[in-house]
């Protein structure tokens, strides 16, 4: 019988074997090293955008407080300016004496009529003054007469007399103060 000596085929399969084997696995590994820096980077790629959205939010966070601070200074001089209007809105409705019965008299007083004394005691008002015309005076009467703050007006002295080259009408009224009733008490304002 004739011996074959296999040996050889064998060993070269085995080599052939364990050579395929390591080009498989020097493959394989190639092949996972380019997934994980793919991945790597890939992950690298998302760390970098999601710093930069974060600089972007945060830049526009910053923005929104200055905004958010310039409204809250508004609000609070809003605040102050209703608080003012208030005050005032109060001093208007509360002024009565003098002062309110002068405002009145200023509104009530026709152009190219002045007035050169006022006086007042109790219940009994007295004006002197110039106008050009009577007509002026007794417009200024009726206007007196129909006002809130002065009743039975009565024209005491009305008698010509000359300016600087000019003729004019000097006159003294007599009148009384409406007697107001006092304001009833009111609430503070206020939240």
């Known amino acids: 019988m004739i011996k074959i000596n296999l040996l050889p085929?064998?060993?070269?399969?085995?080599?052939?074997?364990?050579?395929?084997?390591?080009?498989?696995?020097?493959v394989v590994f190639v092949l996972v090293a380019l997934v994980a820096v793919s991945f790597y980077v890939f992950e690298r790629m998302q760390i970098a955008e999601a710093k930069n959205e974060i600089t972007a939010a945060n830049k526009k966070i910053n923005e929104l407080k200055?905004?958010?601070g310039k409204l809250e200074e508004l609000k609070a001089t809003k605040e102050q300016v209703r608080k003012k209007l208030e005050i005032l809105a109060q001093l208007r409705k509360n002024k009565t004496g003098p002062a309110q019965r002068l405002a009145s008299l200023?509104?009530?007083?026709p152009d190219q009529l002045w007035l050169t004394n006022y006086s007042e005691s109790a219940q009994d008002?007295?004006?002197?003054g110039i106008a050009f015309t009577e007509d002026l005076i007794a417009q200024y009467m009726k206007a007196?007469?129909?006002s809130k703050d002065f009743m039975a007006v009565e024209?005491?002295?009305?008698?010509?007399m000359e300016l600087a080259g000019t003729k004019l009408k000097r006159f003294d009224l007599a009148m009384k103060l409406?007697?107001?009733l006092p304001p009833p008490p009111t609430a503070p304002v206020g939240k």
């Open 9 to 26: 085929v064998r060993a070269a399969k085995k080599k052939e074997t364990a050579i395929q084997q390591i080009v498989i696995a020097g």
């Open 66 to 68: 200055l905004k958010i």
């Open 106 to 109: 200023s509104d009530l007083t």
């Open 144 to 146: 007196l007469e129909a």
């Open 178 to 180: 409406e007697s107001a």
């Open 155 to 160: 024209l005491v002295v009305s008698e010509q």
């Open 125 to 128: 008002v007295k004006i002197s």
